[in-house]
């Protein structure tokens, strides 16, 4: 059987061959303008779609209980979260609403901006999220700030304010305790504005002492519209809101720092590394090639052919991909990426073994000779890669699956191309020179002398065995994040956010709000659970004791004042306020503390007035109401802020604003909880118990990122062990047919297991877990493995056609050169910002590094021991 099959491929190829070199110039004319149609229909018609969601099958239960949940939620899907942080809280707040304003005025960009803190509902009841004991600390420290905040409403300006520190010298003991405060912060704030420090007094700090925690950061989300047909779908949102937060001026240089996370901005920032690290890589991978072309082939003749041929059959399966496909995803256009590393090595092997023919014979008979002799074993190095491939269609991986569909007709159109175009370009292009001998080759030949065939199976053997220790610690990497750049600024930022594990949290939705009450308590009690959330805890508890606290300062202060247009400034006036002000502070009493702090002041004071006494009037006038600014741009505010906490009422869940109750509860009773780990997820094992702990109370209706990352690498690392294992088998049936001896099969895959064993122990030692991204590499290595190791079977079991060595062979020079170009083209992805691209990189170049080595050195020896060159076993 497998006579008769090799016997019909080859009089098959030798028809093929014979046609396209007799008809040379029709082919090179038809293949070319082919070529060019099939490129300029992928460019018109293929589509890119990058939402990685789509890569794996909706089917999934986990998929579609996400589904479900974005249905009943829809806003925590694909949202910018914009973080403000600013020198100030009042500046922080202030940012935060204007930002947040002027995007929900853009709706040609987001759909939805959500900022509760800034609604006049949480302005209102805000102190009643306070517990009782800090309540009541802060509303002692709003009496206290009382006496300051009325004198200065009358005339909130710098007439005023000086006016009042002129009080405050003048009463000395009898000032309130509060303005000690100010005093320091006065000074500092006239420093940095005589500094050029533009950022203004912060009034929060003055009025309710130290800052609550997370004061001087504000953080809202915005919903982008996303285009997936674009390469980056948020980079428009993104790049309105940076053009927006620059032209509010919220930058470093006012005190404020803007920053993006969320799933939106993630994707944003992993596509550009991505795309920066090919940018980086293309040259450099060009450069490489064409190096390793050249040293392999020896011929500039060959080189174009090989290239010629490339490109063609690269055309050729892109168009079909468009065809076949439509839209492309993050995983399937990975596709060129396996054509340049397989359809490269075809032609290799076409071109090495004709330049080796050329020695004594004429340019054609050399080319037939050449395609007679491999063209055999590439056809079933295609066949064997194909199936490979194409075992990937039945699994729930659908970025997978369609990668397996594209590169599996792929390897056939290159073998087509390599049969057809490949020996028509050839035969009008000058003949090679004959090779000369290889050292390489030579170096090869003594490591795998036949005479120590049983020191390399011995030695492979122990390899095996040490490798095979080493599986139980290979892992997968669950988490997507530690695919992106480690530097980018939503990477960061997301960290930053994911102190108590916020940013990690599973999702449920609960038939209603008694089930929910009923989930949180026996979720509370799990050691895995750091927290839960309900709609219930959204409204504080002991309200009437909290409003009582309110009412008593209500009572004490009166009605808050409401500031008053501010006084003219007028240059000289001030200048003789100030130095009042300054030579009644140096002479205020007081305890010694205070007195050092109205000294600063009177200090800082006078370095105001020297510089004003310089200025002209219009620029003095414009200084001083630059100095009111920094001094009181925030007291405005400040009263009207007050004024609204001081009105507080009670409120259940139904008084919530309705966007922040459609995000806890849907129109038909459901209820959100959101479920907060205990311990740090970005560490795998932590993330597995913690979703494990939580679905043994929730089932398999829990959900979110957590949830999302485990199922998602379960569905991948399932998709590869059965593509892997229906193509283990479809193979070995395959060369079983071919070869039609299970030795003979078991000597071609041993190689490819061991290369397997030994990378998979090199990726543990060096901490390299496999992950969504260098997995595709797999199906790389499996095809370059089983096309390396026929190809020297092949060789091998015919080596009474000359008289070249196994490894000086054309054969064998292909294979290592085959193996040289792809690791050139994407080895160096190891150096790309992308984390997840750059361990492809390292995977590759391990990958082909051991299979290099054990299709070179362990293959011959196990042909030189169990294999005649007859092809019968010893």
Known sequence: MGNFIERRLEALIGHLVQASVRHRWL??????????????YTVRHVAINTDTADMLSAELPWRKAYAAYKEAFPYFADTLVVVVDARTPDLARESATALARALAADDAHFDDVFDPASTPFFRREQLLYLDPARLEGLLDDLAGAQALLARLADDPGLNGFLTLLDDVAAHGDDAPARLDTVLGSVTAAVDGFLAGDPVPMSWQRLVAGADEPGATRVVFTAQPRLDYTSLLPAATAIEALRATAA?????????????????????????RSVMSGAEQAGLLSLVMVALCLVLGLRSLSLVAATLLALVAGLSFTACFATLAVGTLNMISVAFAVLYVGLGVDFA???CLRYRELCNGRSQRDALLGATRHVGVSLALCALTTAIGFLAFLPTSYRGVAELGLISGVGIVIGLVISLSLLPAVLDVLPAPRPPAPSRTAHLLERVADPRRKHHVLGIAAMAALLAAAALP?????????????????????????????????????APDEAAADTLATRLRALPEVGGVTTPDDLVPGDQDTKLDLIDTLRLT?????????????????????????????????????????????????????????????????????????KLLHHFPAQLDQLADALDAQPFAFDDLPAALRARWKTADGRARLDITPAADLDDNTNLARFVAAVR??????????????????????????EAFGAAGVLIAALLYVILRRIGEVVIVLTPLLLAGLLTTAITVVADVPFNFANIIALPLLLGIGVDSALHIMHRYKTTGEDDVSLLASSSARAVLFSALTTAASFGNLATSPHAGTASMGVMLTIGLTMTLLCTLIVLPALLRRYVQPTGSLT
């Open 473 to 509: 610690f290979a892992r997968f990497d669950y988490n997507p994040l530690h695919l992106n750049d480690p530097a980018a600024e939503s990477v960061r930022t997301f960290q930053d956010l994911d102190q108590d594990g916020a940013m990690y949290s599973i999702a449920m939705v």
């Open 27 to 40: 082919v090179i004319a038809a293949m070319l303008c082919a070529t060019v149609a099939a490129a300029g």
């Open 557 to 629: 202060l009166g009605s808050v004042p409401v500031a008053r247009p501010a006084s003219p400034l007028d240059a000289r006036a001030v200048a003789t306020s100030l130095a009042r002000v300054a030579g009644d502070l140096r002479a205020a009493p007081g305890d010694t503390a205070r007195r050092q702090a109205a000294a600063a002041l009177a200090m800082a004071l006078d370095r105001v007035r020297t510089h004003l006494t310089t200025l002209d009037t219009s620029t003095a006038a414009s200084w001083l109401a630059a100095l009111q600014d």
């Open 247 to 271: 032209r509010l001026g919220l930058d470093p240089a006012h005190g404020v720092t803007v920053r993006l996370t969320g799933g939106a901005a993630l994707g944003y920032d992993e596509l």
């Open 696 to 721: 043994s109370i929730t089932g398999p209706s829990a959900t979110g990122t957590p949830v999302i990352n485990i199922e998602a690498s379960r569905a991948v690392t399932t998709a590869f062990y």
């Open 348 to 350: 290799i092997h076409v």
